[in-house]
C-alpha cells in the first residue's frame, strides 16, 4: 500500500505508490519534523527492500527548511542505496523559474549522492492558469481542473480513465 499525506501550510503533499512513483510538493516548514517524516522514512525503507523495476522521485518544493532537508537526504540514501541493484531510480527536481534557491538545494542533493537528476524549471503563474476539462469514460461525469492536477492524474496512471475535453487558459 502506498503512501498519500495531503498538502498542509506547513507540510508537503506526499504521494508514494508501489509502483514506483514517489511525489512531493509544496512547503515543508513543519515544527515537528519527526512526526512528519518518520511514517515516511518508514514507508520508502520498507519499499525499499521490494521496489518497482523504475522509481521516480518527483520532488516540487516551494521551501524545505533545514530539518525537512535532514530527511529528505535519508530519503535520497535509501534510494541510492538500491538503485542498480533492485531498481532504476531516477530524480526530477521541478522549481519554480527563478528559485535559485530551491533550484541549489536540488543541484546540492545531486552532488551528494549517485543518482541521476533532471531539473525542471517549472511557469508556476502559467500553470494556474491553464484549466482542463475533462469527462471520465467510467461515469461520463465532467470537471474542469486545473492542468497541474491532471499532470498528476496522469502520473499517476489514471489518464486513460478520462478524456480531455479542452484545454482553458
Keep these: 500500500m502506498g503512501i498519500l499525506v495531503e498538502k498542509t501550510q506547513d507540510c508537503p503533499y506526499i504521494n508514494f505508490s508501489e509502483e514506483g512513483i514517489l511525489e512531493i510538493e509544496g512547503r515543508s516548514i513543519t515544527e515537528d519534523p519527526f512526526t512528519f517524516w518518520q511514517p515516511i522514512l518508514e514507508w520508502v525503507e520498507s519499499y525499499c527492500t521490494n521496489p518497482a523495476p523504475n522509481t521516480q522521485l518527483i520532488v516540487f518544493l516551494e521551501y524545505s527548511n533545514s530539518s525537512s532537508n535532514k530527511y529528505l537526504s535519508e530519503i535520497f540514501r535509501k534510494l541510492e542505496e538500491v538503485n542498480g541493484k533492485k531498481t532504476k531510480v531516477s530524480v526530477k527536481w521541478h522549481y519554480e523559474n527563478g ?3 530551491v533550484q541549489q538545494l536540488g543541484e546540492d542533493f545531486e ?6 537528476f533532471e531539473f525542471i524549471a517549472e511557469d508556476v ?3 494556474r492558469a491553464t484549466k482542463v476539462k475533462i469527462r471520465s ?3 461520463g461525469a465532467e470537471a474542469i481542473i486545473s492542468y497541474k492536477y491532471w499532470d498528476a492524474i496522469v502520473r499517476n496512471g489514471h ?9 482553458l487558459s
Excluded: C, M, N, R
Design 111 to 116: 552532488s551528494i549522492f549517485e543518482l541521476p
Design 125 to 127: 503563474e502559467k500553470q
Design 159 to 167: 489518464g486513460d480513465e478520462y478524456q480531455v475535453l479542452q484545454e
Design 99 to 101: 528559485d535559485d534557491a
Design 137 to 139: 469514460k467510467k461515469t
